[in-house]
């Protein structure tokens, strides 16, 4: 662990750069960057790499995701006594569409800071160049080398940054990663894992007066699949499965021969996803004469509270006592990149981000208080874990 009068070092260090922390996160929200706009993403990481480049004696790579802009990925202390990297996991993408930006402009009221992805996870992309900085500038190097990845497309599933997740996780002391935190700012020790299905029907359309019965209707064979799916649902287990989008039909006066469903499933455990996968892909119609297409498949593993998650979060939580506050942890739905790092056989701790409320909403903003507080967490974790 780091001494008293080091953490109190880390604290009244963030606490002098917050204007500075603050002002970077304003000018990367003012650049607007939803997943796939390769110009917007481009620009972002050309601000971030500026940043770093200021910092000395990190090595900045962009690597290009085709159709999405580019990842970045920054490694300091090269030199250090382990080989296994400390890994801050974010991303650079966000959910809101240009335009964004001109309705909900960057604001600061009531010690808030508001703006499209602030706190989903513009802040902490700032806050996570100033921990480097601490570090370099306070003397305080950890054990391991660092590396700062921040992928451009984790908001649409990662197609393209996820192996650089797995490939950065593989021998990682830790992976940190900086999504949000639940309310209260507890950090995120297991999240579900993920799925999303697609179910077409083709049936047979006829005339709904004349001749009903010679049609085979794609919209009830769909309409009696998303109860079968919704039956799947275990509440007391781990396994969630919702049908979110149904399109079906094209006149009410005809038989419709066409529908498709888009189903989205949550699962806790690898049996129960390959359990909803198997029911899923198995489906069979309750018509014969519909012809059901499924396609699709899990997406992100589960992250588990594994006793090596367990083990980051009591470190981490003694840096927050050392710090005068208490973190807290908790399970949630939501998946991240944190579920691939897990996956890839590395201790995970999610949730690190700056405390804040309204990701993916309108009233998305970031608390700025907690900026030197959530600093010194994550700089006083890196530092000393061994
Ligand atoms: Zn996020």
Redo the contacts with the bound molecule.
Sequence with gaps: MLSDADIATLLRNFVNRREEILDLTQRLVEIESPSGDEAGSRAVVELLGEVAQSIGGLRVEKLPAPNYGEHLRITSFEDARESSPIVILG?TDTVHPRGSLAQRPWRIEDGKAYGPGVF??KGSCALALEIIRALRELQLPPKHPLILLLTCD??TGSRSGRALVEAAAKNARAVLVL??PASGGRVKTGRKGTGMFNVSAHGRAAHAGLEPEKGASAVLELARQTERLHLLNDWSGGIRVNVGVFHGGTLSNVVPADAEIQVDVRFSTPDEAAHIEKEILGLKPFDDRVQLLVSGGINRPPLGRTAEVLELYSHAEQIAGQLGFALGETQVGGA?DGNFAAAAGAAVLDGLGIEGDG?HAVHEHIVIDNIPLRGALLAGLIASLS
Aim: glycine share 0%; charged share 45%.
């Design positions: 991303h989903d996870m984790e908001e999504e949000p991240s990701a």
